[in-house]
């Protein structure tokens, strides 16, 4: 697993601005005849990848500038305050300017840059278009910068906020406690987390040298009163770093807007950053306005229309999902569905003559970045899920553009996991009926994650729960695919209800969706052959197991003879990079899967959901090897199976020397699975027409 997730959007260029033998280290995210917003960096404790879940929103909108500022990321590290005073970091904004060829700018300031950007504007007033303020931390502008300078250098030290604490061992613990308060939040563990990793990119003695830069600046209040520019001051009320009285004073001095977020912390961009990027994109089109497009229609005699997500995490999501706009059309055959979509779904999408929104084109790639998660058969799918949320707020960005400019009745979410998040977290931006789908509820920790991923799972799944407790409005429907039985019997987490219990209280039920049942196709197969089908779905993650599977055909072969292998590598995956067999056959997308697992003799599966019901409806025989670390494979989708008697798990580490045996056991095996129902999608569909 990567230390640092790859960021949602890559700059088109990078470079240092070099002012004073300092060097500056930029991006700059292009977009022609669009404003520049340039994301002025804060104290050097953290980068300026604290921009994460700004950067790619305003870059579809706008020229966005970022630079790591001195003394953090890969910037240079001067020694000594006097490198850090104020005027020095509100130069570095104007050099940085100069090197990005910019003329003009809108500046974003977080904390401490708020007085680096109103120093910036005041000197260079042509520079400077407008200033948005978040959270800003001046001091000096209430009367507390001489206190503040007192307890931070005193020598017994009051908090952990003092040199002396940070300069001799106790550095870690400072910054779990600043954090902490910086994320006053519940259920802010990703943040904390982003931030203390990035706090242990620097040393303590250049946080020190930071801190006594801004204690000994004067105060910005006759530069405020000269500023030109509009101003806006974002402050959080439950902010425990920075009192909001700052951003009141800041923005009485100034003439500028203030917004007053109740109960937001000091850290509201990452913790709140819907509601932070529409409120900078307003500004910014209030600075520079530009003509916007909105799409509309008479109220009588439209069609009724509706939005379809579907999850994007492999391509089972998108056949049932299929099969359900099917039957919704039967019940409304006017109804237009439109798909916001991502690469694979769109494989299954597009040869079905479905729709896709352009915007789809927009989305971030939620699989590659899971791909990149992987490991050799292992995916940790709890972290990978906490590692997307920059992609998380992406795309909802995207969706929520798309509902601002298109009028749809309904929006259907199968598992769209930033959508139901974020509207919970926005309610105002619901603008329509909203279902949710999905066909497991909660998080839950593996063996070996111990204390820490117990505790994490249990916050995630407590956010939820608070969630549906609190706006039970924002979903109009929620459909678990499958039966109440198919939940799984235990906690959300130590004193939080049993999964079941509160599924069953909270949602409707649908029954499996298997989608259509095709015939079987002719094979081309003798008589005397037989079939097995290995596939890994529509992600890269499969492509361990798809090469352990194959150096196991010589063996399986000898010992089922006549048996011959169709290996289905999927839309991510190069079927040209495996190793080839006689007995083998090796393609890429399938789109009429489903028809060969319904024919074949035996099939060689992951744990995924989809495929492995797939194959309980057509009672073939089959194996799955879950993916390690996978919790649903390992519990949610185990314990289903299980309940049909269906499939032989394998582990992993048992393929080389035990699958052969395994496939020669299984092959001719009487099936006595529990019946799959058939009409699920007509369900489902029928809960949701009843929104429209």
Same mark, same amino acid.
């Given at each position: 697993?990567?230390?640092?997730?790859?960021?949602?959007?890559?700059?088109?260029?990078?470079?240092?601005?070099?002012?004073?033998?300092?060097?500056?280290?930029?991006? @700059?995210?292009?977009? =022609?005849?669009? =404003?520049t917003v340039l994301l002025v960096p804060t104290w050097s404790i953290v980068p300026s990848r604290f921009w994460k879940?700004?950067?790619?929103?305003?870059?579809?909108?706008?020229?966005?500038?970022?630079?790591?500022?001195?003394?953090?990321?890969?910037?240079?590290?001067?020694?000594?305050?006097?490198?850090?005073?104020d005027e020095e970091c509100a130069e570095d904004v104007i050099a940085v300017l100069d090197a990005t060829d910019t003329a003009q700018a809108v500046l974003v300031a977080l904390s401490r840059g708020d007085a680096w950007s109103v120093l910036a504007a005041a000197r260079h007033p042509g520079r400077v278009t407008g200033i948005v303020a978040i959270g800003p931390a001046s001091g000096s502008?209430?009367?507390?910068?001489?206190?503040?300078?007192?307890?931070?250098?005193?020598?017994?030290?009051?908090? =952990?906020?003092?040199r002396h604490h940070w300069l001799n061992g106790g550095y870690d613990q400072f910054t779990e406690w600043f954090f902490a308060r910086m994320f006053a939040e519940p259920h802010s563990t990703r943040q904390i987390e982003d931030a203390v990793r990035w706090a242990h990119e620097i040393e303590p003695v250049t946080l020190v040298d930071t801190t006594a830069g801004r204690l000994a600046s004067k105060s910005i209040e006759d530069e405020c009163r000269r500023l030109t520019c509009p101003v806006l001051v974002i402050h959080g009320t439950d902010d425990q770093v920075r009192p909001h009285a700052i951003g009141a004073r800041l923005a009485e001095l100034t003439g500028g807007d203030l917004v007053?977020?109740?109960?937001?912390?000091?850290?509201?961009?990452?913790? *709140?950053?819907?509601?932070?990027?529409?409120?900078?994109?307003?500004?910014?089109?209030?600075?520079?306005?530009? =003509?916007?497009?909105?799409?509309?229609?008479?109220?009588?005699?439209?069609r009724p229309r509706a939005l379809y997500l579907s999850s994007p995490i492999g391509l089972g999501h998108a056949r049932r999902d299929l099969a359900i706009a099917g039957e919704l059309r039967e019940l409304h055959p006017r109804l237009e569905v439109d798909w916001l979509a991502q690469h694979p779904v769109t494989e299954v999408l597009g040869p079905a003559g479905e729709r896709i929104h352009p915007a789809s084109a927009w989305l971030a790639t939620e699989s590659r970045h899971v791909e990149e998660d992987a490991g050799e058969h292992d995916l940790h799918v709890f972290e990978a899920f906490r590692r997307l949320d920059a992609v998380l707020?992406?795309?909802?960005?995207?969706?929520?553009?798309?509902?601002?400019?298109?009028?749809? *009745?309904?929006?259907?979410?199968?598992?769209?996991?930033?959508?139901?998040?974020?509207?919970?977290?926005?309610?105002?931006?619901?603008?329509?009926?909203?279902?949710?789908?999905?066909?497991?509820?909660?998080?839950?920790?593996?063996?070996?994650?111990?204390?820490?991923?117990?505790r994490?799972?249990?916050?995630?799944?407590?956010?939820?729960?608070?969630?549906?407790?609190?706006?039970?409005?924002?979903?109009?429907?929620?459909?678990? @695919?499958?039966?109440?039985?198919? @939940?799984?019997?235990?906690?959300?987490?130590?004193?939080?209800?049993?999964?079941?219990?509160?599924?069953?209280?909270?949602? *409707?039920?649908?029954?499996?969706?298997t989608g259509v049942d095709p015939p079987a196709p002719p094979l081309g197969l003798r008589a005397d052959e037989r079939l097995c089908v290995v596939t890994v779905g529509g992600s890269g993650v499969g492509e361990s197991l798809l090469r352990r599977v194959l150096d196991t055909v010589p063996e399986t072969v000898r010992r089922v003879p006549g048996l011959r292998f169709l290996v289905v590598t999927g839309p991510r995956i190069d079927p040209a990079g495996l190793p080839a067999h006689p007995a083998v056959e090796i393609r890429g997308y399938v789109p009429d899967l489903p028809r060969y697992l319904a024919a074949c003799d035996i099939a060689v599966v992951q744990g995924g959901l989809t495929t492995c019901m797939e194959l309980t409806a057509a009672r073939r025989p089959f194996i799955y090897v879950p993916l390690r670390h996978h919790f649903e494979q390992n519990f949610h989708v185990r314990h289903r199976l299980d309940r049909y008697r269906a499939g032989r798990c394998l582990d992993y580490d048992e393929v080389s020397g035990g699958l052969a045996a395994a496939i020669a056991e299984e092959i001719g095996r009487e099936t006595d699975y529990r019946e799959v129902e058939r009409d699920g999608a007509a369900r489902a569909a029928a809960l949701l027409a009843e929104l429209l």
């Amino acid at each position: 697993m990567n230390a640092e997730p790859r960021p949602v959007r890559e700059a088109d260029r990078t470079g240092f601005a070099d002012r004073a033998g300092v060097r500056l280290a930029f991006r @700059v995210y292009d977009n =022609p005849g669009k =404003p520049t917003v340039l994301l002025v960096p804060t104290w050097s404790i953290v980068p300026s990848r604290f921009w994460k879940a700004q950067v790619s929103f305003l870059a579809r909108h706008f020229r966005v500038v970022t630079f790591d500022g001195r003394g953090s990321g890969d910037s240079d590290r001067p020694r000594g305050w006097a490198s850090y005073v104020d005027e020095e970091c509100a130069e570095d904004v104007i050099a940085v300017l100069d090197a990005t060829d910019t003329a003009q700018a809108v500046l974003v300031a977080l904390s401490r840059g708020d007085a680096w950007s109103v120093l910036a504007a005041a000197r260079h007033p042509g520079r400077v278009t407008g200033i948005v303020a978040i959270g800003p931390a001046s001091g000096s502008l209430i009367g507390v910068q001489e206190q503040e300078r007192e307890a931070w250098e005193a020598a017994d030290g009051g908090t =952990p906020y003092n040199r002396h604490h940070w300069l001799n061992g106790g550095y870690d613990q400072f910054t779990e406690w600043f954090f902490a308060r910086m994320f006053a939040e519940p259920h802010s563990t990703r943040q904390i987390e982003d931030a203390v990793r990035w706090a242990h990119e620097i040393e303590p003695v250049t946080l020190v040298d930071t801190t006594a830069g801004r204690l000994a600046s004067k105060s910005i209040e006759d530069e405020c009163r000269r500023l030109t520019c509009p101003v806006l001051v974002i402050h959080g009320t439950d902010d425990q770093v920075r009192p909001h009285a700052i951003g009141a004073r800041l923005a009485e001095l100034t003439g500028g807007d203030l917004v007053l977020i109740d109960g937001a912390g000091h850290g509201v961009h990452a913790r *709140d950053p819907v509601r932070i990027n529409l409120l900078i994109k307003d500004f910014v089109d209030r600075v520079h306005p530009a =003509p916007r497009v909105v799409r509309t229609s008479r109220a009588s005699g439209t069609r009724p229309r509706a939005l379809y997500l579907s999850s994007p995490i492999g391509l089972g999501h998108a056949r049932r999902d299929l099969a359900i706009a099917g039957e919704l059309r039967e019940l409304h055959p006017r109804l237009e569905v439109d798909w916001l979509a991502q690469h694979p779904v769109t494989e299954v999408l597009g040869p079905a003559g479905e729709r896709i929104h352009p915007a789809s084109a927009w989305l971030a790639t939620e699989s590659r970045h899971v791909e990149e998660d992987a490991g050799e058969h292992d995916l940790h799918v709890f972290e990978a899920f906490r590692r997307l949320d920059a992609v998380l707020v992406h795309n909802f960005m995207v969706f929520n553009e798309v509902l601002e400019t298109e009028r749809y *009745d309904l929006v259907i979410g199968d598992e769209a996991w930033d959508v139901d998040h974020f509207l919970h977290e926005n309610p105002e931006l619901k603008r329509f009926a909203f279902a949710w789908l999905t066909d497991f509820v909660g998080w839950l920790p593996m063996p070996d994650g111990g204390a820490r991923e117990q505790r994490l799972t249990a916050d995630y799944n407590l956010d939820m729960i608070e969630q549906r407790a609190r706006l039970r409005r924002v979903r109009d429907r929620s459909v678990f @695919v499958g039966n109440p039985d198919d @939940v799984i019997s235990l906690p959300f987490g130590e004193g939080l209800p049993a999964i079941r219990e509160w599924t069953e209280q909270n949602f *409707d039920f649908c029954g499996y969706v298997t989608g259509v049942d095709p015939p079987a196709p002719p094979l081309g197969l003798r008589a005397d052959e037989r079939l097995c089908v290995v596939t890994v779905g529509g992600s890269g993650v499969g492509e361990s197991l798809l090469r352990r599977v194959l150096d196991t055909v010589p063996e399986t072969v000898r010992r089922v003879p006549g048996l011959r292998f169709l290996v289905v590598t999927g839309p991510r995956i190069d079927p040209a990079g495996l190793p080839a067999h006689p007995a083998v056959e090796i393609r890429g997308y399938v789109p009429d899967l489903p028809r060969y697992l319904a024919a074949c003799d035996i099939a060689v599966v992951q744990g995924g959901l989809t495929t492995c019901m797939e194959l309980t409806a057509a009672r073939r025989p089959f194996i799955y090897v879950p993916l390690r670390h996978h919790f649903e494979q390992n519990f949610h989708v185990r314990h289903r199976l299980d309940r049909y008697r269906a499939g032989r798990c394998l582990d992993y580490d048992e393929v080389s020397g035990g699958l052969a045996a395994a496939i020669a056991e299984e092959i001719g095996r009487e099936t006595d699975y529990r019946e799959v129902e058939r009409d699920g999608a007509a369900r489902a569909a029928a809960l949701l027409a009843e929104l429209l």
